[in-house]
């Protein structure tokens, strides 16, 4: 159900409106009695406002992208509505206005579900009038400019979200990522999996090691993705560390060499390591070396 709001049906008496002046579109608000707006407001205010331009229609309908902190400017006309539309889903705060007695705010809803979509709708009572409305959202603010002349009124207006699609991209391309074969071609039987894991407990600690004879593979848990990943460094038979070149392939470490003994470091006051260890043939057998 669409629900009005208005200051105006609480007021008794009629309101005369007289020798309002004409306001010009970048100029919202008057200075104040010996003071003027400081000239870097005006020019970030004009320098921020985006106009309803032709390729911004599609029909009746401007749709522009939305940006943080910029004005949108909003024609409207006595008699007509005007229809600020949210994006679909998201759930409206407050709507607040510098001039509540001669325009008439309210808002109202459409679809459902996760399609159900906010409408702030206004009104001016006359021509030659000016404001700005800021409307707040679980999501986001939005700055408006309202103006009224006596052409044609914008039908409505609403948003396309670059930044929100930019995460939308990337997610689903972590998504192809993670579901991507860490490696291909790989032939099961020639896996090795003789690797020992040893040392301390982070939460990045490695699930387990294996290789195909060239190169070999660290599989990490999942929380891998949320915290930060641990060098990997090779260590030689005197205890000697270097650190080694690795790719990340989801949540696994592909080393481009088979190696003995290696090391996961992270930190530095307090250092978390984990040890990797091969264990050859003879050693799994319990056997010596000749």
Same mark, same amino acid.
């Given at each position: 159900?669409?629900?009005?709001?208005?200051?105006?049906?609480?007021?008794?008496?009629?309101?005369?409106?007289?020798?309002?002046?004409?306001?010009? $579109?970048? *100029?919202?608000?008057?200075?104040? $009695?010996?003071?003027?707006?400081?000239?870097?407001?005006?020019? @970030?205010?004009?320098?921020?406002?985006?106009?309803?331009?032709?390729?911004?229609?599609?029909?009746?309908?401007?749709?522009?992208?939305?940006?943080?902190?910029? %004005?949108?400017?909003? =024609?409207?006309?006595?008699?007509?509505?005007?229809?600020?539309?949210?994006?679909?889903?998201?759930?409206?705060?407050?709507?607040?206005?510098?001039?509540?007695?001669? /325009?008439?705010?309210?808002?109202?809803?459409?679809?459902?579900? !996760?399609?159900?979509?906010?409408?702030?709708?206004?009104?001016?009572?006359?021509?030659?009038? !000016?404001?700005?409305?800021?409307?707040?959202?679980?999501?986001?603010?939005?700055?408006?400019?309202?103006?009224?002349?006596?052409?044609?009124?914008?039908?409505?207006?609403? /948003?396309?979200?670059?930044?929100?699609?930019?995460?939308?991209?990337?997610?689903? *391309?972590?998504? @192809?990522?993670? @579901?991507?074969?860490? !490696?291909?071609?790989?032939? %099961?039987?020639?896996?090795?999996?003789?690797?020992?894991?040893?040392?301390? *407990?982070?939460? /990045?600690?490695?699930?387990?090691?294996?290789?195909?004879?060239?190169?070999?593979?660290?599989?990490?848990? !999942?929380?891998?993705?949320?915290?930060?990943?641990?060098?990997?460094?090779?260590?030689?038979?005197?205890?000697?560390?270097? #650190?080694?070149? =690795?790719?990340?392939?989801?949540? =696994?470490?592909?080393?481009?060499?088979?190696?003995?003994? @290696?090391?996961?470091?992270?930190?530095?006051?307090? *250092?978390?390591?984990?040890? #990797?260890?091969?264990?050859?043939?003879?050693?799994?057998?319990?056997?010596?070396?000749?």
């Amino acid at each position: 159900m669409t629900r009005f709001r208005s200051t105006l049906s609480a007021i008794a008496v009629p309101i005369a409106i007289v020798g309002i002046p004409a306001i010009a $579109p970048a *100029q919202s608000v008057s200075p104040l $009695p010996g003071r003027g707006i400081p000239s870097t407001v005006a020019a @970030a205010n004009r320098a921020g406002t985006i106009e309803p331009a032709a390729p911004a229609f599609i029909n009746a309908a401007a749709i522009l992208p939305y940006t943080d902190g910029a %004005i949108y400017h909003v =024609y409207a006309a006595p008699e007509r509505i005007t229809d600020i539309m949210l994006q679909p889903g998201e759930a409206l705060g407050a709507v607040a206005s510098g001039d509540t007695a001669r /325009w008439v705010i309210g808002d109202s809803t459409s679809g459902t579900g !996760a399609d159900k979509r906010v409408h702030v709708l206004v009104k001016p009572f006359a021509v030659r009038l !000016a404001t700005n409305l800021v409307i707040t959202t679980d999501r986001r603010t939005y700055h408006l400019s309202l103006t009224s002349g006596p052409g044609a009124a914008m039908s409505s207006l609403a /948003w396309t979200y670059p930044q929100d699609m930019l995460i939308a991209y990337k997610r689903e *391309q972590d998504a @192809a990522t993670a @579901a991507a074969p860490v !490696a291909a071609g790989l032939d %099961i039987d020639q896996l090795h999996f003789n690797y020992t894991v040893s040392g301390g *407990q982070p939460a /990045w600690r490695p699930l387990r090691a294996f290789d195909d004879g060239r190169q070999t593979y660290i599989e990490f848990p !999942a929380t891998l993705a949320v915290g930060e990943a641990p060098p990997l460094f090779l260590v030689g038979r005197k205890g000697e560390a270097q #650190l080694v070149n =690795y790719r990340l392939r989801g949540r =696994y470490y592909v080393v481009d060499r088979i190696f003995d003994v @290696a090391e996961l470091r992270l930190g530095t006051k307090h *250092q978390d390591i984990v040890r #990797l260890t091969r264990i050859d043939d003879m050693r799994r057998h319990g056997k010596r070396r000749a």
